[in-house]
């Protein structure tokens, strides 16, 4: 089926530095999740949204579900090496659980 | 707790032949899903178990089966492989059906699978 549209699909930043994606979709979402995998290992979940413009911190991560229920987005603020992995949304309604591609993130000391 | 265990971790078959993963779920969970990682697709779903029965089916061929045992852990196989097959399989396991109980919603490390 058709997958979220995630962006971007990679990104190069320095330490220190604030890093936005979004996730938006055609299609109307219950719920947003947002995952982070690191080399070798599964996802991770990081927040999960629940309820449109709920706006949800983890740490140094923001996530906020979009109004009209067909996008997301996750900000982290103040980078650190650590952060490096690739981060995945994942919009769900009843049934039917779908993620988007994924965007890369590497951050330089 | 331990978490979702996948085996094995890395595989290497031959094209045409076939090849079986397994998954043990989280203690108590009774849901398994399956999902295709590549770098050009990301994650796509395969199928979701739950008590012993298929709940949910991806838009894969037939060639790729799976089934979930009693005490929840579930294998996936793969008959006569192509090289296109070559990705990660990830699965994760929940207490109930995958789209009920999202924060319980935990994958295992995955099987990287190269298909030479």
């Known amino acids: 089926g058709q997958q979220l549209n995630q962006s971007p699909q990679s990104m190069f930043i320095q330490e220190g530095e604030d890093v936005s994606m979004n996730c938006t979709s055609s299609s109307i979402f219950n719920t947003w999740l947002w995952y982070k995998q690191e080399p070798g290992e599964g996802p991770v979940l990081l927040i999960a949204?629940?309820?449109?413009?709920e706006l949800t911190s983890n740490g140094r991560l923001t996530a906020q579900f979009g109004i009209t229920r067909k996008d997301s987005f996750l900000n982290i603020s103040a980078s650190i090496p650590s952060d490096v992995g690739i981060y995945f949304c994942a919009g769900l309604r009843v049934n039917d659980m779908r993620f988007g591609a994924g965007t890369r993130l590497t951050v330089k000391p | 707790k331990a978490g979702v265990t996948q085996t094995p971790r890395y595989l290497i078959k031959t094209r045409g032949q076939q090849v079986t993963l397994s998954c043990s779920p989280i203690?108590?969970?009774?849901?398994v899903s399956w999902y295709q990682q590549t770098p050009g697709q990301g994650l796509q779903f395969l199928f979701e178990y739950f008590s012993e029965t298929q709940r949910n089916k991806g838009n894969f061929p037939g060639r790729f089966s799976g089934r979930q045992f009693s005490n929840s852990r579930s294998e996936m196989n793969v008959s006569t492989l192509e090289l296109g097959d070559s990705a990660l399989y990830l699965c994760?396991?929940?207490?109930?059906?995958?789209?009920?109980?999202?924060?319980?919603?935990?994958f295992g490390s995955g099987t990287r699978l190269t298909v030479v």
């Open positions: 949204l629940y309820k449109a413009g």
């Open positions: 203690s108590g969970h009774r849901s």
């Open positions: 994760a396991s929940s207490l109930t059906d995958r789209a009920a109980y999202l924060d319980g919603y935990t």
